[in-house]
Nanobody
């Protein structure tokens, strides 16, 4: 079965850090770009970061630059999102997505940042 499973979300105070994980099964990240997205209540889904295949070049949304860092572990078929200096406005459900046209999505993990 092809699936993505996110983990690592939780409640953290402003200024704190979290590391999210996204584990893939049924396929490998080698063949597809991988992205982290988030959606806050009442807001549109936002792409936070995207890592391309091959050269692992990563791009970040302006809201994530300088605070978030995406990395991957091919041996574990897992990607990570290290989030530092978290702000209340980072509160959202975070998803990872991959596959052709980002058709494969995880179930999401809740991140709540308290002020």
């Amino acid at each position: 079965e092809v699936q993505l499973v996110e983990s690592g979300g939780g409640l953290v105070q402003a200024g704190g850090s979290l590391r999210l994980s996204c584990a893939a099964s049924g396929f490998t990240f080698d063949n597809y770009a991988i992205g982290w997205f988030r959606q806050a209540p009442g807001k549109e889904r936002e792409r936070i970061s995207c890592m391309s295949t091959g050269d692992s070049n990563t791009i970040y949304a302006g809201s994530a630059k300088g605070r978030f860092s995406m990395s991957g572990d091919n041996a574990k078929n897992t990607v990570y999102l290290q989030m530092n200096s978290l702000k209340p406005e980072d509160t959202a459900i975070y998803y990872c997505a991959s596959g052709r046209g980002f058709l494969i999505w995880g179930q999401g993990t809740q991140v709540t940042v308290s002020s």
